[in-house]
Structures are given as structure tokens and as C-alpha cells.
């Protein structure tokens, strides 16, 4: 199909530059590129490859050549992706599927995807895990202690508050900056569009499964859990907790264990039996905490190539 001509379009959600390879009206390959407000990666400029969709190896082949030509002509050192704009949206691709199927939520590829870019020269720059806790009825023995410090300093727990969906994702997100703040690739997001990504799930929040920790009226830590709503009818009722995220400061340690808790007996006595701890980098604190009870049902790489 190399008669397939390379062409611009306008994707779905803003990016700097989208290309596609098209066969008469059939697209082979696409992604758009990003390079102006990218986070750097040890130091250098970093461009963004997302948004990828591919039907035919060659054109990915062609496509992927060609995406790293242009960052690297707007002056990036290094192409990383998948990722569509940044990690506050959809990125990396599934690596190791598993035999669990997919959640709520959960990124999809097919398997050809990732090999492209290891042909085009990526390599993984980073490993996530997603784990499966088949036990909710387990209980975790340090939650009790830890909550009693907790509260001793005036950090209360509440479930979240669905009614007033907005108020509490404006405290999610200033948590979500602060605890974020040291991952991988990070950058900031404005408050509107942090609400806008979280919109779309008040209609699939149910309220017995999430939990903000406060302290003298400000959010300092949440679990955000949703039921998992792809789940097959017949199957185990599963709970996918999507984010686990307190304020960096010491003297909130301890808070995941007891929100993580606090969020398993809930979907327990809700009738669940099964939790999903969904997409976690490797090193991340929240893979030492799901350790305890789940195994790890997926993996999941971020790639980059020097360029």
C-alpha cells in the first residue's frame, strides 16, 4: 500500500500536529504529535506521540518514522509514547495482557501495537502493574491504629459526597497536584480541565465505595473506587479502584492504608468481590500497599526513543 499518502487531520482532542496514512478512503495509520508544553525527561525536551490507531504494519512503520522526524526538527531529544498529550490523559499501551478481561476504564491495544514501536526503536522507559484483590474480605490489621493517629489529629474520614460531585473533585484535584507532583513525566493541569475529565464519571460514582480524608475542612487524602460497569453479567461483582492519593506531607503517612481499607470493607459489605487496583507504576507506593492483598493481573509500558 505504499501509494497511501500522508496527510494532516484534526483529531478528537487538541494536539499539535495529527498525521494519518491513507489508502483511498481507508486510514491505515494515525497519531498525532506533541512537542510545545511537553515535561522533559532527564533533562531534555521530550515530544509526545498519541492518539495512535494502525490496521497495517508497514504504514505504522512508516508513520512512526516519520512522527519522530517532525519532533525532532521542533528540537525534541527524545519521543516518548503512547501518550495522548499527557499522563493526565490515555497513555501506554497493555504489554502483558493476562487472562483477566479488560475494566472498566482500561486502556486497549492489540498486542501488534507496542511491537511497532519496539521495531521503529522505542524502548520501555516505563512499567505499570494493575492487581487483582480476590480476597475484599480480608481486613487489613493496621487500619485501626493508623485511623486512630489519624484522627487524634483531626484527619476524619467520610465516604464522598455525591450530591455535591464538583465540590469534592475540586479537592481531589488539589490533592492530586500535590501527591502527583513527583511522577514520572508530571505536569500541571488547570482546574477546569481536571473537572472536565472527571464529569463524565458522576453518572458511574457510587457513593459507598469512595472516601476523602479531611483535615479542618480541607481535603488531604482520597480514594476514588468505582464499581468495574464492563464486568460480564455472571462474573464476580468487581470494584476498580481507579486513584489513591494523599498531600505529600509526613504527617498524613499511613493515610492510604486507611482509605485503601476503608474503601475494601466498603465494597465488601456492598456485595463485591473482587477489587481491581488499576494502573500503578512499578515504583510507586501504591503497588507496596496493593501488594498486600492482590496479585498482579496486567502489565502494562511507556516508550521512548532518543532521537
Given amino acids: 500500500p505504499m501509494a497511501a499518502r500522508l496527510e ?3 483529531p478528537a482532542q487538541p494536539a499539535d500536529e495529527s498525521w494519518r496514512i491513507v489508502d483511498g478512503e481507508q486510514t491505515l495509520a494515525a497519531c498525532s504529535l506533541w512537542w510545545r508544553t511537553t515535561p522533559s525527561l532527564d533533562g ?7 492518539h495512535y490507531e494502525t490496521t497495517d504494519d508497514r504504514a505504522a512503520g512508516r508513520l512512526l518514522a516519520y512522527a519522530c522526524a517532525r519532533l525532532s526538527e521542533q528540537g525534541c531529544a527524545v519521543a516518548i509514547g503512547p501518550m495522548d498529550g499527557s499522563t493526565w490523559h490515555s497513555y501506554r499501551f497493555v504489554t502483558e495482557r493476562g487472562t483477566e478481561p479488560a475494566f472498566f476504564l482500561e486502556p486497549q491495544n492489540p498486542d501488534e501495537w507496542p511491537a511497532q514501536f519496539q521495531r521503529a ?4 522507559l516505563a512499567h505499570y502493574v494493575s492487581a487483582l484483590d480476590a480476597g475484599l474480605e480480608l481486613r487489613d490489621e493496621r487500619a485501626p491504629s493508623i485511623e486512630a493517629q489519624l ?3 483531626g484527619v476524619t474520614i467520610r465516604p464522598i459526597d455525591a450530591g455535591r460531585f464538583e465540590d469534592e473533585v475540586r479537592g481531589i484535584f488539589a490533592v492530586s497536584l500535590d501527591s502527583f507532583a513527583r511522577n514520572l513525566l508530571y505536569q500541571p493541569i488547570g482546574e477546569a480541565e481536571f473537572l472536565e475529565m472527571y464529569r463524565p464519571l458522576a453518572r458511574y460514582v457510587d457513593p459507598r465505595l469512595s472516601f476523602v480524608a479531611q483535615r479542618d475542612g480541607r481535603m488531604v487524602g482520597f480514594v476514588f473506587t468505582l464499581p468495574d460497569w464492563s464486568a460480564r453479567p455472571g462474573t464476580p461483582k468487581a470494584v476498580i479502584v481507579k486513584t489513591l492519593a494523599r498531600l505529600g506531607d509526613g504527617a498524613y503517612r499511613g493515610l492510604g492504608v486507611a482509605l485503601l481499607e476503608r474503601s475494601r470493607r466498603a465494597a465488601h459489605e456492598a456485595g463485591f468481590a473482587r477489587g481491581i487496583h ?3 507504576h512499578d515504583a510507586n507506593p501504591s503497588t507496596r500497599l496493593s501488594a498486600r492483598f492482590g496479585a498482579i493481573m496486567r502489565g502494562y509500558t511507556l516508550f521512548s526513543k532518543a532521537l
Fill in 8 to 10: 494532516t487531520f484534526l
Fill in 44 to 50: 531534555v525536551r521530550s515530544g509526545l506521540i498519541g
Fill in 121 to 124: 526503536g522505542f524502548a520501555p
Fill in 151 to 153: 484522627r487524634a489529629s
Fill in 278 to 280: 488499576a494502573l500503578m
